[in-house]
């Protein structure tokens, strides 16, 4: 396996040579990555704000937004603009502490699970052991922002859903957890570069989608269900709840809840794309390619091509499974709250636990197609 | 510096998504205008007055799932360690694995027919 660019590597060495003492010029790159992906996130809400509204108008036979800049590309940020001006009103009743606070805690763990997403070989903020397990443990805490949110505005509305939204992601916390842990199985690491590696090299069939079909769609209706899209919009569900724990809220504080919801959806899907698409990987083993076309995988000008497209493959992956939210979107019909709770407990929780020991069964049977 | 390399950045991380919060929200407070009158400031019931407030004794019948949800949340994190190590643990670990699971379904089963996850 190649190593692929280090980026890092040679930024700190580049710094080093123009007379930079190693200490700092490591803290000269830290706040790099981060700041770049942070970037990332805040464009790929405008994109996929912008996606959502065109997708739908297009499914329900309408333009759409067409005057805010070329296609209504520019609408999303007129939103975002119109957000910040808006007057911040807490109610009388409120808690005014915790009122501030519910949407403070709900999108800092969402844009923290960013850490461990990676673009490519190197392209990631830091590839710590727990790897995934770190976001498993970061999207447990955007409940308890929810319910804050919920029970702070003193409003009924507010509290009912608020305590959807929590009991519907716990609900679906286990099913996710398990179904990553099949991964985790195969992969023999938590580290999502390690997941990627296992799966790359083979094109397609080496994919986890194949060996993990269930595992799969486990996880992504269980992640549908915590980023409270259509078919699992329960905790605000218009025509019952208003707008559930965002009822009270206005201005940058509804606008948090906004951007966490779609940041949710963004790395999601990313997640997806690593855990059963691939990653980075190409659908056409690239050695292959590289071999047919007689050159070395190590020539530096293929590997800024391989890293580029590298990244280019994981985004394309992650939107076209935005893209399938969308759509869903407007094709399945909301579920009731007691039909989601029995999914999850009555359907999911035990597929997802035969899945995990069959996982288990099939690498002691067939070591060699399970990462032995 | 830090005994778990590569955790630095998590703590770094931490405090630059800690800003985007911070900055949003005191951008809005710096631009947004603040007009203040009590009929605003009421909580919303659909153009009514509001009927008492929403902070009362209150039947939480997710309470049950929470439960349950504990007792599984809990067993996938036992069973992380056991995912990760298992290409070396071999087939004792399956059957170890196989009677913790085996136990927890029963106690879901157990749940599930004393109806704590009915919704009623």
Request: aromatic share 12%.
């Amino acid at each position: 396996m190649n190593q692929g660019i280090d980026l890092q590597g040679s930024f700190v060495q580049a710094l080093i040579d123009l007379g930079i003492p190693a200490g700092s010029a490591k803290a000269l790159w830290l706040p790099l990555p981060m700041v770049l992906m942070l970037i990332a996130a805040t464009v790929s809400i405008f994109v996929v704000v912008w996606l959502e509204r065109k997708i739908s108008a297009a499914a329900q036979q309408r333009i759409g937004p067409e005057y805010a800049g070329p296609l209504g590309t520019l609408q999303a940020v007129a939103d975002g603009m119109k957000l910040v001006f808006k007057e911040d009103i807490i109610p009388a009743k409120s808690d005014p502490l915790l009122f501030t606070l519910g949407p403070v805690i709900v999108v800092i763990p969402v844009l923290l699970s960013f850490l461990i997403v990676p673009f490519g070989q190197n392209l990631v903020i830091t590839d710590i052991g727990v790897g995934i397990f770190l976001w498993i443990a970061l999207s447990s805490i955007a409940p308890i922002g929810l319910l804050m949110a919920g029970y702070s505005s003193n409003n009924k509305y507010s509290l009912l859903g608020g305590l959807r939204a929590a009991a519907q992601s716990i609900s679906y916390e286990i099913p996710m957890a398990l179904a990553v842990l099949a991964v985790v199985m195969m992969s023999n690491s938590l580290s999502t570069i390690d997941i990627v590696q296992q799966q790359s090299g083979h094109g397609v069939i080496g994919w986890n989608i194949i060996r993990q079909p269930v595992g799969f769609l486990i996880f992504w209706i269980a992640a549908l269900a915590e980023c409270e899209r259509l078919p699992f919009d329960l905790p605000e569900a218009e025509e019952e709840l208003v707008a559930g724990y965002q009822t009270e809220y206005t201005g940058m504080k509804f606008g948090l809840f906004y951007v966490g919801s779609y940041v949710n959806l963004v790395l999601s899907a990313l997640l997806v794309a690593i855990l059963y698409l691939g990653g980075w990987d190409f659908p056409i083993p690239i050695e292959m390619l590289a071999n047919w076309l007689g050159v070395s995988e190590t020539t530096p000008w293929l590997q800024i091509i391989m890293a580029s497209l590298g990244v280019m493959m994981t985004l394309f992956k992650a939107y076209l499974l935005v893209f399938i939210a969308i759509l869903m979107r407007w094709t399945v019909p909301r579920v009731r709250i007691d039909q989601l709770l029995d999914f999850g407990w009555k359907f999911l929780l035990p597929v997802s636990l035969v899945n995990l020991l069959l996982t288990a069964g099939l690498k002691l049977a067939l070591p060699f197609a399970f990462g032995g | 510096m830090f005994v778990l390399s590569g955790y630095e950045y998590l703590l770094g991380f931490l405090l630059v998504c800690s800003l985007v919060p911070a900055l949003a929200l005191s951008a809005s407070k710096l631009l947004r205008p603040s007009t203040r009158g009590p009929e605003r400031r009421t909580t919303y019931e659909s153009g009514m007055e509001p009927v008492g407030g929403a902070w009362i004794q209150f039947n939480i019948r997710y309470y049950m799932f929470a439960l349950v949800f504990v007792i599984f949340d809990v067993e996938t994190v036992f069973l992380y360690p056991w995912a990760v190590a298992f290409h070396r643990l071999g087939l004792l670990a399956f059957v170890e694995a196989l009677i913790f699971i085996a136990i927890l379904v029963i106690g879901l089963v157990y749940a599930w027919r004393k109806g704590a996850l009915e919704w009623s």
